[in-house]
């Protein structure tokens, strides 16, 4: 069984860079695509963005210009960084597996996400 | 950017049905996903490819799509059903992944 473990710190200060970082057991973080979606608190579900054990990336637009996300295989572990924050981007992040159908009539893939971290609260505050 | 629309809340009977609907325009190129999510836990997908079940998910959850919507389907609502629940695709390419807004179930 796939078990991920987020870790970092709890705290970050204004205007700091927040780091995150992903444990992966009971599986290899080979041949798989990895994201980090985050939750503020009472709200909806973000995506950030994924890497692919290789170092290929995606973010998503609207945090493009403050993610980085990268992996090191030899740990199984894949990290975030997200820098410049503020109290927008209090949240619990998780981080997590995806898997992929194709949709026929599309032909193009079709992600989802089957094993997921607890989560982790990162609060933004002086 | 791509949006997934839910209605915020839906409100159901012990025993009855409920019904959330998931729109977006990308859905007949994409499949859908569904997540339910319990209050400090993760999410735990409950419906994969717009219909199929995972393994271990009670037969009462059940999933449908048509054309720019897809619709996740509670029948026989129990108590344990109450949570948050998120439709998740992506865009039309496959390149950006995409949450819905999300509803909360509440069981009367």
């Known amino acids: 069984q796939v078990q991920l473990q987020e870790s970092g710190p709890g705290l970050v200060k204004p205007s700091e860079t927040l780091s995150l970082t992903c444990t992966v057991s009971?599986?290899?973080?080979?041949?798989?695509?990895w994201s980090w979606i985050r939750q503020p608190p009472g709200k909806g579900l973000e995506w950030i963005g994924y890497?692919?054990?290789?170092?290929?990336?995606n973010y998503n637009p609207s945090l493009k210009s403050r993610v980085t996300i990268s992996v090191d295989t030899s740990k199984n572990q894949f990290s975030l960084k997200l820098s410049s924050v503020t109290a927008a981007d209090t949240a619990v992040y998780y981080c997590?597996?995806?898997?992929?159908?194709?949709?026929?009539?599309?032909?193009?893939?079709?992600?989802?996400?089957?094993?997921w971290g607890q989560g982790t609260l990162v609060t933004v505050s002086s | 950017s791509y949006e997934l629309t839910q209605p915020p809340s839906v409100s159901v009977s012990p025993g009855q049905t409920a019904r959330i609907t998931c729109s977006g325009d990308?859905?007949?190129?994409?499949?859908a996903y569904w997540y339910q999510q319990k209050p400090g836990q993760a999410p735990v997908l409950v419906i994969y490819?717009?219909?199929e079940r995972p393994s271990g998910i009670p037969e009462r959850f059940s999933g449908s799509s048509s054309g720019t919507t897809v619709t996740l389907t509670i029948s026989g609502v129990q108590a344990e059903d109450e949570a948050d629940y998120y439709c998740?695709?992506?865009?039309?390419?496959?390149?950006?992944?995409?949450f819905g807004t999300g509803t909360k179930v509440t069981v009367l």
């Open positions: 997590a597996r995806e898997e992929y159908t194709w949709k026929a009539v599309a032909g193009t893939p079709s992600p989802y996400f089957d094993y």
């Open positions: 009971g599986g290899s973080i080979s041949s798989y695509y």
């Open positions: 890497i692919y054990y290789s170092g290929s990336t």
């Open positions: 990308a859905l007949p190129k994409q499949y």
């Open positions: 490819k717009d219909s």
């Open positions: 998740q695709s992506a865009d039309s390419s496959g390149t950006y992944r995409v």
